[in-house]
Structures are given as structure tokens and as C-alpha cells.
């Protein structure tokens, strides 16, 4: 990683992007649904956001359902030429919150048309097809249909690039076949290292790597030794947490979410924050300890 991470850019698409992103997930009530606590506070960040040069903002209509892109319409529209709004399909909020698939043709094309009415886009940038046959993690089953429903919708111009989430390496091979896969968003950090194969594979195929939850998401990972070193650098777990990612691969696009402009601006400056190797030596061995988030 170099001192300049956040300004270094890697193509999305066909859009070059800052590697430092933000994740709009936050924006909405607690566990992504409802409205805001602070809804002028969230406003705020996305405009803090883009004041700060992150072009690279990852959504859903399903976070809330329907919050986060109504805020990101609030706040910026009409939008930087600059900056590419990655969102989601495949899934759908129950009432009581839950994460439901929504895979069928009628379900995805209803959350295209969502995504472009709350957003304000005549095109969606990069959609990613959320793979649902597991909640929370990836597990195997075939995705041609619904990334076929996806390839159509892009056929039609709704959709300009297609990217997968919470995938498989064999689904993502499979995507492979079906369409030009634009990125793939899981879960990955410090401690939870499952996908290190696969961030390889996309590096070698030029293809960008977005990783979220990198303190470990909704059970933040506890670590004496990244504490250690973040005490070390002067810097905060996060900033450290984030660091170790844009040093691992040069494909990965960090996209930390936050509802507050002080952790915004304390995120973003992890791109200044320098790794010795002995520090990246100790953070690598964090995985073997087993301390997965």
C-alpha cells in the first residue's frame, strides 16, 4: 500500500473508482431497517463523502428497504460525474426485518425499477446479484437464472455492469460463463480469510474485490493484536483493520460505512496509514488465532 490509497484508483465497470469507498448500509435504522436515528446527521456523511473525493458509494433499496438510496438522492443528486453508485438485488426485508431471498424474475426486476426510481438513475452503474440460498454467509446452488434475469435487464439498458455478492468461487465461476462479472462483494477481514483464493484469482483476472465488515460486522472481531498494533501506529483498530486490507491485494475496494462524519474522516485516513511488514506479519497471523468475525 502506498501513502496515497485513497486517491489510487481502480476500474469498476468501466469507471475508474478511489479505493477507499463508503458503505450506505448504516444509514438506515438499526440492522439496516426502518428510517435513520438522525436523519440531517446521515445527509451529513454522504456530502462529507463525496466532499472528501470518495466516488464509490455501495447501496440497496433493501436497507430500510428504500432508506439508504432515498438519502443518497436527498444528499446528492444531481450526482458528480464521478461517482459510481454499486447497489443490490436478490433479496427483500420481511416485516419483522428479516433477510428474505428475492430471486425470481418478478422480484429482481421490481428491485431494478426500485433502485432506479429511489436513486434517481435512468441506469443502474454496477448491480450485484446477492446470493441467498444462505442468509449470511455464501453457500452453493446454481445462479444462471437469476443473473440471467440480470443479463436481460442489462440487454434493456437498465443495468450497465453486473457483479455478484456473497458468492462462491464456484458461483463466481459460473457468473463468469453467463456475463462479464464486474466485481464480487463478501465478507472478508483480518480474521475471517476464507475468500484469500479467491481475491488472488480476481487480482490475476483484473477483476475488483469489495470487501465489508472489516472489524466483523454485526459481532466486531476482538483482537489483542490489532490493538496492539493500533496503539503502536497512533491509529484506531479500524484504520489499522483497513490499512491490512488496501496492502493485500491491489483488486480490493474497501467500503467502510459509518453514520457519523468523525468516523467517516477517521476511516478515510486510513489510506495515509503506512504497514511495516513486521506490523503486516503480526495482522496475517490474527486468521491462525482463531478469531474469526
Not at 444462471?144 to 439498458?157: E, H, I, K, T, W
Request: with cysteine; aromatic share 4%; net charge negative.
Amino acid at each position: 500500500m502506498t501513502p496515497h490509497a485513497h486517491t489510487d484508483t481502480v476500474r469498476l465497470g468501466d469507471r475508474p473508482v478511489r479505493r477507499l469507498g463508503y458503505g450506505a448500509m448504516q444509514l438506515a435504522g438499526p440492522g439496516a431497517f426502518g428510517p435513520p436515528r438522525d436523519r440531517d446527521a446521515a445527509l451529513a456523511v454522504l456530502r462529507a463523502a463525496i466532499a472528501a473525493s470518495v466516488n464509490h458509494i455501495d447501496t440497496s433499496d433493501y436497507y430500510g428497504p428504500h432508506q439508504t438510496n432515498r438519502l443518497i438522492r436527498e444528499a446528492l443528486a444531481p450526482y458528480p460525474d464521478d461517482l459510481v453508485i454499486v447497489t443490490k438485488v436478490g433479496a427483500r426485508r420481511g416485516a419483522d426485518a428479516s433477510w428474505l431471498p428475492a430471486f425470481s424474475a418478478e422480484d429482481l426486476t421490481r428491485a431494478v425499477q426500485d433502485n432506479l426510481r429511489n436513486l434517481g438513475l435512468e441506469t443502474l452503474e454496477v448491480v450485484n446479484l446477492r446470493c441467498m440460498f444462505d442468509v449470511m454467509r455464501p453457500a452453493e446452488g446454481s445462479i444462471a437464472a437469476p443473473l440471467g434475469v440480470l443479463a436481460d435487464l442489462q440487454r434493456q439498458g437498465l443495468v450497465r455492469h453486473i457483479g455478484l455478492s456473497n458468492a462462491t468461487p464456484a458461483q463466481v465461476a459460473e457468473g463468469r460463463g453467463i456475463c462479464r462479472i464486474a466485481c464480487v462483494q463478501n465478507r472478508y477481514n483480518l480474521a475471517h480469510r476464507g475468500d484469500d483464493a479467491l481475491v488472488d484469482d480476481l487480482a490475476a483476472a483484473g477483476i475488483p474485490y469489495v470487501p465489508f465488515f472489516p472489524l466483523g460486522g454485526f459481532s466486531p472481531l476482538q483482537s489483542a493484536t490489532l490493538d496492539a498494533v493500533a496503539g503502536e501506529l497512533a491509529a484506531t483498530p479500524m484504520q489499522v483493520a483497513l490499512a491490512w486490507l488496501l496492502r493485500r491485494s491491489p483488486n480490493i475496494l474497501p467500503i467502510p460505512g459509518t453514520a457519523s462524519v468523525a468516523h467517516l474522516r477517521e476511516n478515510l485516513a486510513a489510506a495515509a496509514l503506512d504497514l511495516p511488514a513486521a506490523a503486516m506479519a503480526r495482522l496475517d497471523g490474527i486468521a491462525a488465532e482463531g478469531g474469526a468475525a
